[in-house]
């Protein structure tokens, strides 16, 4: 693991410099998009791997300060290269109002001593939360050519790639790559978590009936399953929109390829979101052929389990369905708890009080399995209604750029947001899926640049 460990290391140096020494001489968004491309999906890999090799609780914090100060670097430097950047133009569309309020809403919770969290800590709280914020406000001023974008989708696609090769390596050798990285070690010593499950590392790395999942160079297997959406719905892009039948071979070939992700990865809450993507792209295409299709295969997986496949596989299936099964329950509850404190203080009781992400302390958390219920928890109803809000404007507002698209960049862009967008609902709905950095961020930046399109729709 140490060569692994040099090699990363060298790796993330020399990735940072380039980015950074790029965005100096050219303001150019790419450099950082291709950051969060080529960092954001190892990070917490990488982090684990560090502590193992250092046991040094300061880099590991080096390595996540430089994370965040890259990308402020990367929106002060793009902002300085263009100084007219808010005296475009482009009109201020709905979409936009709800982000600038829901940020806005946000740093109010942190300035004000509202909630028993400590304000520093609602400061790093609030970090995570703007990159939303800062995503789609680069999109919306991003201006790529068709060869720029193009250089995105496809190292983006390269990375789902790769991510399902480490992932069948993995289950070849039926060996999680977080079992030798010290996964359990980083958990105990740096975030309080002890071991837990059958494999010594969470609940997260195996399914209900204690078989292994595996997550590759993620964090975990949920979010190796959230973000592999996005590549599997530039694949499909890309089959549906090539004109050439050798290239729609290669495309579904592949397409096949990435699917096996989504069973190594286990989660039911991702594949259930594939197959609602599918569905929805069906719908937006008018392919409605495909939903039968779809439907199709679905019964006959369940016909599958039901008779054939084994007894715990049967089982899990029943209790998942009807909520009994102990992951399904640990969702309810959390669901149930966020709920009373949204009705006991509708106005929200401060950052830090929801979610799973490392600094909300045990003593304070309410909830946590759901995205939603997670901020109404915090900053109360009108920041969930916002959140809500601005998801479905996402989707609709980038279905509408596609169906009148005219350049590749503007039907390609508005397709992936609009899509993997109503994917990701799912996941939004059973865990802090926001956390998963690298496809939020990147959808998130994929949302602000299909809006540049939304306004020459509109009328003057």
């Known amino acids: 693991m140490t060569l692994l460990f040099i090699i990363t ?23 950082m998009l291709l950051f969060v491309i080529g960092f954001f999906p190892i990070y917490g890999v990488y982090l684990t791997l560090s502590y193992q090799q250092t046991a040094s609780i300061y880099f590991i914090n080096i390595i996540k300060y430089t994370k965040d100060i890259v990308i402020l670097c990367s929106l002060v430097i793009f902002i300085i290269f263009n100084k007219n950047v808010f005296q475009y133009s482009f009109r201020i569309i709905l979409l936009d109002k709800l982000i600038i309020t829901f940020t806005l809403l946000s740093v109010f919770f942190t300035v004000f001593p509202i909630g028993p969290v400590a304000f520093t800590e609602k400061i790093f709280y609030l970090k995570n939360i703007l990159y939303l914020p800062t995503a789609y406000f680069l999109g919306r001023n991003s201006s790529l050519t068709q060869k720029q974008f193009k250089y995105i989708i496809y190292s983006i696609l390269s990375l789902g790639i790769l991510a399902t090769v480490v992932a069948l390596f993995e289950s070849y050798f039926n060996t999680h790559l977080h079992s030798l990285i010290g996964y359990s070690d980083y958990n105990f010593n740096v975030k309080n978590i002890s071991p837990s499950g059958h494999y010594g590392l969470t609940w997260t790395f195996e399914n209900g009936y204690n078989e292994k999942r595996f997550g590759a160079f993620f964090s975990d297997p949920l979010e190796l399953s959230a973000s592999m959406l996005l590549p599997f719905s530039i694949v499909t892009a890309l089959l549906l929109h090539t004109k050439f039948n050798q290239n729609k071979i290669f495309y579904l070939i592949l397409m096949v390829f990435l699917t096996y992700i989504f069973a190594l990865g286990a989660s039911r809450s991702s594949v259930l979101g594939l197959i609602l993507m599918l569905i929805y792209i069906a719908l937006m295409l008018k392919y409605y052929r495909l939903i039968s299709i779809l439907f199709l295969v679905i019964l006959i997986m369940v016909i599958y389990a039901l008779n054939f496949a084994p007894k715990e596989m049967e089982y899990y299936l029943i209790d998942t369905i009807t909520f009994q099964n102990t992951s399904s329950i640990g969702h309810v509850i959390e669901w149930l708890n966020a709920f009373d404190s949204i009705i006991s203080d509708p106005w929200g009781i401060g950052l830090g009080t929801s979610g799973n992400i490392n600094i909300v302390e045990a003593d304070y958390k309410i909830g946590g399995e759901n995205q939603f219920l997670i901020y109404g928890v915090q900053i109360g109803i009108i920041g969930m209604m916002l959140y809500i809000l601005i998801t479905a404007f996402a989707i609709s507002q980038s279905f509408t750029v596609y169906r009148q698209a005219i350049s590749s960049n503007e039907k390609i862009a508005s397709f992936l947001t609009s899509s993997v967008k109503f994917g990701l609902i799912l996941p939004l709905f059973t865990s802090n899926a926001e956390s998963y950095l690298f496809v939020f961020f990147i959808t998130w930046w994929l949302t602000g640049y299909s809006m540049r399109f939304y306004n020459h729709l509109q009328p003057t």
């Open 9 to 31: 290391t060298i790796y993330f140096l020399s990735l940072t410099f380039i980015v950074v020494y790029k965005m100096i001489n050219s303001g150019n968004p790419i450099y």
